[in-house]
């Protein structure tokens, strides 16, 4: 492997932030996929200048960029599939600038998420996409993948709180998208197009994010059914009654065990399903929503449902929702999280499809999610040491897609393509649409050389 | 693929290769980044757990060998366990760590400070380079300072001093609290003197297994010579390993309660035995890692504290299980000095949060870190906030009025 080009990145950031030795390159080649590529080199990178240096650079002697936040991804997009240099965003974690009367913030791409709401707390402001990983994951790569979270049904995703961002063009322009007015419309809207493009058009270095006033009151409500089908009509009755509710989400029988497993909060463990569901807003407001909400559980033959006893129950019910993926992971050595989403109106069918098809395979799968959004994590639990265990859980993620499109859903709701779902993008893109989002990276990037390998397919194979 | 990753090892050599199940459990999720100090204070990935348990599974499956570079990042860990108790596939990560550093131990690879260490210990069952004998030098400026009256032959209780407490006389305040504590409550006790020796605990914790069965052997023999019911111990890591690593490397029956002195200090003040008078003031906690989340002591030194009449009490933001480490965990010091400080510094600023006048601590070594960082912050912005151990704190009620009256 050819090298010469270490030198120059040292100094563009100083020896001391470019990685080569083969132990810490290593540490720079997971995500949360668990798949590994190892990079050639992990650079880590403090401002936008170094950023299109390293770019101008990486053109010149045709090396792959790919950027890394906190490699908490779950479609492999900041692994160096192509190795080259793994652009390592977290010291540009900084807050810039907070704006409470125009309800902003302006941030570094690599802080990380909980850190934003963090910054505005003793303002009574927060900063809304929640994804379960906020703890770690960065507001980069949560822009990169148009993260949603728990909140998603009220408050939306990522992409409907970015004004504005600071980019390095793949060729090494630095260069402002978006407006921090209310309303924009001056040319394309680009920052949109940036959103969910996983690092393949650009380096998101700033960005300047929306923020809400913290809600007055909020009840939170716990509710068990004898399946998940029942949880799921009650979750369809609930919108359908107009109540658009802060978090509405599902949990099966199998993730609440492994959940009480883990965290020993004393769930139910031999109920079918579960609801967690939180209103907020103003006071009275919401009683009557939580009301509506309890009675809804009720009439969907609810075992039990009842609201959050305090403060401290309620915030060990959230830890236990957030904690669903890792302690599935308890139950088996692999964990092979899929992020099927269809219209709300779906999801009991999108259930049924999931359970006739791990009967089929005899395979165990943990299902929960933002049932709210009808975006759904089964997660299938397998040893993918295992040869034909592996070749099963091929085969199962195939008919779950499958049945996601059948019944007009989406691939991916919000973990992005990556690798792990880029040989499916056919099942859902109609060609004319890939070739131009080809077109689109192509006149970004001429050369290739951002984040290669990522959200794209041999279409003829 | 790299040349590199070619490497192969001989299979057997390392104690890793048992654990191959153990580390593909961790499903590379990332929530240990959001509480690794070292990773808080670096953004370093091959120093949070995630990366250690990627770099021991490399090695399990013959990609890598142990090198020095390895060892500096497994050595670079304060052993405070947060990532453990935090992680929600289960891995174990403090066992992994564990085999790691004694395969480590068994490959040279090792900072030389265990060298230095290693040697103290075995030459004068001590950290320090004094000879043992000086075990008592800390009693002499107390009113009874005949060191002979603190050691009998026999006594219902034994107080165990710990190293740090004998030799540094920065923390001689510690056992000299606790013997007037246990002089005023009339309890029949003794210290062993230079029969005590170094428990083990900083050879367990840098990988050395084989080093503790001796000291657990000689250690536990001398207390029961003292017929002794109980033994009493003020420093946290000393407490974890007689309680918890001891019995693994013992054949015998331990025959006497094991009690941390924030747990015999509440007993005492129940049995009214000791008697609290008021202070004032506002006071905070902090969970040593070795007592709280490593030990399961929450309550009790709280408990003390808040049976002091007149003070006001506030926990820390993160407490109890979620205490963030002071730094001083894990010989990371004599490793990473400035790593220890920036660390500390962080959790004075948790500390000052709180508005507390006093931090308590249950630990001679959180005690030390945590002070050093308050006074840089002292320096630097002028805060104020005394940091005082528990045993010291409870003296200071015991004796409150005295002066005055
Ligand atoms: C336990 C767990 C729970 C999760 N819960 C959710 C959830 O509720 N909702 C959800 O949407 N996701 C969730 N995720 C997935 C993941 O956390 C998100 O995709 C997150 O946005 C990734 O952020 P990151 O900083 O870790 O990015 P990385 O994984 O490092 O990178 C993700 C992508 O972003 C690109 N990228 C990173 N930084 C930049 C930048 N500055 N500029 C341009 N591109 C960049 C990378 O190249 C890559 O393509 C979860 C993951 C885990 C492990
Ligand atoms: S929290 Fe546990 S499972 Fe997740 S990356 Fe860290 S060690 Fe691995
Ligand atoms: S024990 Fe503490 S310092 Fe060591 S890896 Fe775990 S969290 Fe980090």
């Keep these: 492997m050819d090298k010469k080009y270490i030198p120059e990145l040292e100094k563009i950031v100083g020896p001391e932030n470019v990685i080569t030795s083969f132990e810490e390159r290593l540490t720079y080649s997971y995500d949360s996929t668990r798949l590994e590529y190892l990079p050639d080199v992990a650079v880590k990178v403090r401002d936008a200048q170094q950023i299109s240096s390293i770019i101008k650079l990486a053109n010149d002697y045709n090396i792959p960029v790919t950027p890394r936040g906190a490699a908490t991804g779950l479609s492999g997009g900041c692994l160096a599939v192509k190795g080259g240099i793994s652009l390592v965003m977290v010291e540009m974690n900084k807050v810039l600038d907070i704006n409470p009367i125009d309800l902003l913030i302006t941030v570094e791409a690599g802080i990380v998420t909980e850190k934003v709401s963090k910054a505005v707390e003793h303002l009574k402001l927060f900063y809304p996409p929640d994804p379960g990983s906020m703890k770690s994951s960065t507001i980069g790569g949560n822009i990169a993948e148009n993260a949603g979270g728990?909140?998603?049904?009220?408050?939306?995703?990522?992409?409907?709180?970015?004004?504005?961002?600071?980019?390095?063009?793949?060729?090494?322009?630095?260069?402002?998208?978006?407006?921090?007015?209310?309303?924009?419309?001056?040319?394309?809207?680009?920052?949109?197009?940036?959103?969910?493009?996983e690092g393949t058009l650009g380096i998101i270095t700033k960005a300047t994010l929306g923020l809400l006033p913290v809600p007055a009151d909020k009840v939170s409500i716990l509710a068990f059914f004898k399946d998940m089908t029942d949880a799921a009509k009650t979750v369809r009755d609930i919108v359908a009654e107009g109540v658009i509710t802060a978090t509405l989400e599902i949990v099966d029988k199998v993730t609440i065990n492994a959940i009480e497993d883990f965290l020993k909060i004393g769930l139910d463990r031999t109920v079918g399903a579960m609801l967690l569901i939180e209103?907020?807003?103003?006071?009275?407001?919401?009683?009557?929503?939580?009301?509506?909400?309890?009675?809804?559980?009720?009439?969907?033959?609810?075992?039990?449902?009842?609201?959050?006893?305090?403060?401290?129950?309620?915030?060990?019910?959230?830890?236990?929702?957030?904690?669903?993926?890792?302690?599935?992971?308890?139950?088996?050595?692999?964990?092979?999280?899929?992020?099927?989403?269809?219209?709300?109106?779906?999801?009991?069918?999108?259930?049924?499809?999931?359970n006739e098809i791990a009967k089929k395979y005899n395979m165990l799968i943990g299902t929960f999610g933002h049932?709210?959004?009808?975006?759904?994590?089964?997660?299938?639990?397998?040893?993918?040491?295992?040869?034909?265990?592996?070749?099963?859980?091929?085969k199962v993620i195939e008919e779950i897609f499958n049945a996601t499109i059948a019944l007009g859903g989406t691939l991916s709701g919000e973990h992005g393509i990556g690798?792990?779902?880029?040989?499916?993008?056919?099942?859902?893109?109609?060609?004319?649409?890939?070739?131009?989002?080809?077109?689109?990276?192509?006149?970004?990037?001429?050369?290739?050389?951002?984040?290669?390998?990522?959200?794209?397919?041999n279409w003829d194979f | 693929m790299e040349p590199e990753?070619?490497?192969?090892?001989?299979?057997?050599?390392?104690?890793?290769?048992?654990?191959?199940?153990?580390?593909?459990?961790?499903?590379?999720?990332?929530?240990?980044?959001?509480?690794?100090?070292?990773?808080?204070?670096?953004?370093?990935?091959?120093?949070?757990?995630?990366?250690?348990?990627?770099?021991?599974?490399?090695?399990?499956?013959?990609?890598?060998?142990?090198?020095?570079r390895i060892s500096e990042k497994f050595y670079t860990c304060t052993s405070c366990n947060l990532c453990k108790e935090e992680c929600p596939s289960g891995v174990k990560i403090d066992e992994m760590i564990e085999t790691?550093?004694?395969?480590?131990?068994?490959?040279?690879?090792?900072?030389?400070?265990?060298?230095?260490?290693?040697?103290?210990?075995?030459?004068?069952?001590?950290?320090?380079?004094?000879?043992?004998?000086?075990?008592?030098?800390?009693?002499?400026?107390?009113?009874?300072?005949?060191?002979?009256?603190?050691?009998?032959?026999?006594?219902?209780?034994?107080?165990f001093v710990g190293c740090v407490s004998s030799f540094s006389p920065r923390s001689f305040g510690?056992?000299?609290?606790?013997?007037?504590?246990?002089?005023?409550?009339?309890?029949?006790?003794?210290?062993?003197?230079?029969?005590?020796?170094?428990?083990?605990?900083?050879?367990?914790?840098?990988?050395?297994?084989?080093?503790?069965?001796?000291?657990?052997?000689?250690?536990?023999?001398?207390?029961?010579?003292?017929?002794?019911?109980?033994?009493?111990?003020?420093?946290?890591?000393?407490?974890?390993?007689?309680?918890?690593?001891?019995?693994?490397?013992?054949?015998?029956?331990?025959?006497?309660?094991?009690?941390?002195?924030?747990?015999?200090?509440?007993?005492?003040?129940?049995?009214?035995?000791?008697?609290?008078?008021p202070l004032s003031g506002k006071i905070t906690?902090?969970?040593?890692?070795?007592?709280?989340?490593?030990?399961?002591?929450?309550?009790?030194?709280?408990?003390?504290?808040?049976?002091?009449?007149?003070?006001?009490?506030?926990?820390?933001?993160?407490?109890?299980?979620?205490?963030?480490?002071?730094?001083?965990?894990?010989?990371?010091?004599?490793?990473?000095?400035?790593?220890?400080?920036?660390?500390?510094?962080?959790?004075?600023?948790?500390?000052?949060?709180?508005?507390?006048?006093?931090?308590?601590?249950?630990?001679?070594?959180?005690?030390?870190?945590i002070d050093a960082a308050m006074k840089k912050k002292k320096k630097e912005s002028n805060v104020k906030v005394k940091v005082i151990d528990l045993p010291e704190l409870v003296l200071q009620s015991i004796n409150s009025g005295k002066e005055n009256s």
């Design chain 2, 285 to 369: 906690y902090h969970d040593p890692c070795d007592l709280g989340r490593n030990s399961g002591v929450y309550e009790q030194p709280r408990d003390v504290i808040k049976s002091i009449p007149g003070i006001e009490y506030v926990d820390l933001e993160a407490n109890r299980e979620l205490s963030n480490c002071c730094g001083g965990g894990g010989n990371l010091e004599s490793v990473n000095q400035a790593l220890a400080s920036k660390i500390a510094l962080s959790k004075a600023d948790e500390i000052i949060k709180t508005g507390a006048d006093i931090v308590v601590t249950s630990c001679q070594q959180c005690n030390r870190t």
């Design chain 1, 371 to 394: 049932a709210g959004d009808g975006n759904l994590h089964p997660t299938i639990l397998t040893d993918l040491r295992i040869p034909e265990e592996a070749e099963k859980t091929e």
């Design chain 1, 150 to 197: 728990l909140r998603g049904l009220k408050y939306g995703v990522t992409k409907d709180y970015i004004n504005s961002i600071e980019v390095v063009l793949p060729t090494g322009e630095i260069v402002n998208m978006g407006s921090n007015t209310v309303k924009a419309v001056t040319g394309y809207n680009l920052v949109d197009l940036m959103c969910g493009s």
């Design chain 2, 100 to 159: 790691a550093k004694s395969d480590l131990i068994d490959v040279n690879k090792y900072p030389e400070v265990i060298d230095i260490l290693k040697d103290r210990i075995k030459k004068a069952y001590n950290i320090t380079f004094d000879s043992n004998i000086g075990r008592l030098d800390w009693v002499k400026a107390l009113p009874e300072g005949d060191p002979r009256k603190y050691v009998k032959e026999k006594a219902d209780v034994v107080y």
């Design chain 1, 279 to 354: 209103v907020d807003g103003q006071k009275g407001a919401v009683e009557i929503e939580a009301d509506i909400v309890m009675k809804v559980c009720s009439a969907n033959n609810a075992l039990l449902v009842r609201r959050a006893k305090n403060d401290k129950e309620r915030d060990e019910l959230w830890a236990a929702r957030r904690a669903a993926l890792s302690s599935l992971s308890r139950i088996k050595p692999s964990t092979i999280l899929e992020d099927a989403t269809v219209q709300r109106s779906k999801m009991v069918e999108l259930i049924n499809a999931v």
């Design chain 2, 5 to 68: 990753a070619k490497v192969k090892i001989k299979k057997e050599k390392f104690e890793i290769l048992k654990k191959a199940d153990d580390l593909f459990v961790c499903s590379r999720c990332g929530t240990c980044l959001a509480y690794c100090p070292i990773y808080k204070q670096t953004l370093d990935e091959s120093l949070t757990p995630r990366g250690k348990m990627s770099l021991l599974e490399a090695i399990s499956k013959g990609k890598l060998e142990y090198t020095d």
């Design chain 2, 174 to 277: 510690i056992p000299r609290s606790i013997v007037q504590e246990l002089d005023s409550a009339k309890v029949d006790y003794t210290l062993l003197g230079e029969d005590e020796w170094c428990c083990g605990f900083p050879l367990l914790n840098s990988g050395i297994k084989d080093a503790a069965s001796d000291m657990a052997k000689h250690n536990i023999e001398a207390v029961k010579s003292k017929k002794a019911k109980l033994l009493v111990l003020s420093c946290p890591s000393c407490y974890h390993t007689w309680k918890h690593e001891y019995p693994k490397y013992y054949d015998g029956e331990i025959n006497f309660e094991i009690l941390h002195i924030s747990e015999y200090l509440l007993r005492l003040v129940k049995e009214k035995k000791i008697r609290l008078k």
């Design chain 1, 419 to 457: 690798i792990t779902k880029a040989r499916y993008l056919k099942l859902e893109l109609s060609k004319p649409v890939y070739d131009l989002m080809k077109k689109i990276k192509n006149s970004f990037d001429p050369d290739n050389i951002l984040n290669p390998g990522k959200m794209e397919c």
